[in-house]
């Protein structure tokens, strides 16, 4: 049967134009890497035993308060029993009210800067999120700034140089791409996705799918 993956983009904050891009990109992925794409904005998703359906959740640029109680205790639940999960963008900026969702993720969004080009440094070329990418890696975005530093919890793959761009605040140690198994299935989250350029983007695309595999294993 084909891996099902649930791709949830709902917002009740800021609204990423990006968006579509994204559904586009992971669908896009799924008919070459052989799984299917459920995109959704909708709570009921995570309602009853829907999750059990799925090989992953992706929040791609969810924002504010998302899920229903009975969702936040599903997710958990999910995870909990080995579920995989996926944060892209401004799934940092999602369910600040909830705790769980902190430590699921690994850190929470602070702020961040204008647009602009900046470098990330692949620290770690060992994850399939980061295997095809150079070790240097100029790229454009909103560099999120994170309310606490996520290392002393998660895998850290990749930083952002802060000396390559104007408005850091992360400027000893910026992860902006991770992962980690908290009490469950895995997780990957990257910092990385504001513009829909970056999801027509090859080596953002291999990027993506790397991160998602990794959470589906």
């Known amino acids: 049967m084909v891996p099902q993956v649930l ?35 909708s709570p009921e998703a995570f309602e009853g035993r829907n999750l059990d359906r799925y090989a992953a959740v992706v929040f791609l640029s969810t924002s504010g308060d998302v899920l229903t109680d009975e969702g936040r205790t599903n997710l958990a639940a999910y995870h909990q029993g080995g ?24 850190a929470r969004f602070a702020q961040h800067p204008a647009l602009q080009p900046g470098t ?23 560099w999120y700034d994170f309310r606490t530093n996520p290392r002393p919890h998660v895998r850290v793959l990749a930083t952002v140089d802060e000396s390559s761009y104007e408005g850091g605040r992360m400027p000893d140690d910026h992860p902006v791409v991770w992962c980690h198994d908290n009490g469950g299935g895995r997780v990957f989250y990257t910092a990385l ?4 350029e970056s999801f027509r983007d090859p080596l953002f695309r291999s990027h993506l799918w790397g991160g998602l595999q990794s959470v589906m294993e």
């Open 120 to 142: 990330v440094n692949v620290d770690d070329t060992g994850h399939p999120s980061t295997a095809d990418l150079p070790h240097r890696w100029t790229f454009t975005d909103e």
């Open 83 to 106: 579920g995989g999960f996926m944060g892209v963008h401004a799934a940092a900026c999602t369910e600040y009210d909830w705790p769980y969702y902190g430590t699921l993720l690994g």
């Open 7 to 41: 791709l949830y983009t709902r917002t009740t904050a800021y609204r990423h134009a990006s968006i579509p891009d994204g559904i586009k990109a992971f669908t896009e992925l799924g008919h070459r890497h052989g799984f299917a794409v459920e995109a959704t904005e």
């Open 193 to 196: 996705g504001h513009t829909g």
